[in-house]
T-cell receptor, first 115, second 111 residues
Framework: DAGVIQSPRHEVTEMGQEVTLRCKPI?????LFWYRQTMMRGLELLIY????????DSGMPEDRFSAKMPNASFSTLKIQPSEPRDSAVYFC?????????????FGSGTQLSVL | DQQVKQNSPSLSVQEGRISILNCDYT??????FLWYKKYPAEGPTFLIS?????DKNEDGRFTVFLNKSAKHLSLHIVPSQPGDSAVYFC??????????FGTGTSLTVIP
């Protein structure tokens, strides 16, 4: 079985450009999470979806960040306009459901560099 | 406002010895804890978990200990192997809530 698939693996862009990160969760999983990894804060939850519906987006840094999940097999995280401080590794994860005891399965991440 | 803290950014251990990775948390509502392991250029993968009704959970060479009164958990790896070299993340959650992750500890096992 394929795991969580993220694209692109690496993204280099210039400040002010729009960036779109993509994620395909594991088939049958009902919850999808977007995390950002930085040295200072570790893995921060940005937003998560249950059954394609955003449940908690309190971790989204600011209005420049938006996420969608149009169907059960696809999600995007968009940054517009991007800034150098957005440079980080962005992970998508999925689980059967968002509840106690449910393990998260992570994708390989997108390394974003904003110059 | 980091609710889960891993105060040691790195740890080096000799092969065959015990590795002890520590994690502290602040939220007394947390009742489920996990450790994830991450290799470079890969996503984190689940390693071991423990619920708050237990104080120890063991899986092969890996044991997680939970001290609720101290709000502290630790991961023991015995014996440590070079393939264990990775970044280890501690995570915690409260009922019906999201997981909060620590900043990670980079473990190097020296052959």
């Amino acid at each position: 079985d394929a795991g969580v698939i993220q694209s692109p693996r690496h993204e280099v862009t210039e400040m002010g450009q729009e960036v779109t990160l993509r994620c395909k969760p594991i088939s049958g999983h009902n919850s999808l999470f977007w995390y950002r990894q930085t040295m200072m804060r570790g893995l921060e939850l940005l937003i998560y979806f249950n059954n394609n519906v955003p449940i908690d987006d309190s971790g989204m840094p600011e209005d420049r960040f938006s996420a969608k999940m149009p169907n059960a097999s696809f999600s995007t995280l968009k940054i517009q306009p991007s800034e150098p401080r957005d440079s980080a590794v962005y992970f998508c994860a999925s689980s059967l459901f968002a509840g106690v005891g449910e393990k998260l399965f992570f994708g390989s991440g997108t390394q974003l560099s904003v110059l | 406002d980091q609710q889960v803290k891993q105060n040691s950014p790195s740890l080096s251990v000799q092969e065959g010895r015990i590795s002890i990775l520590n994690c502290d948390y602040t939220n007394s509502m947390f009742d489920y804890f996990l450790w994830y392991k991450k290799y470079p250029a890969e996503g984190p993968t689940f390693l071991i978990s423990i619920s708050s009704i237990k104080d120890k959970n063991e899986d092969g060479r890996f044991t997680v200990f939970l001290n609720k009164s101290a709000k502290h958990l630790s991961l023991h790896i015995v014996p440590s192997q070079p393939g264990d070299s990775a970044v280890y993340f501690c995570a915690a959650s409260a009922p019906g809530n999201q997981f909060y992750f620590g900043t990670g500890t980079s473990l190097t096992v020296i052959p």
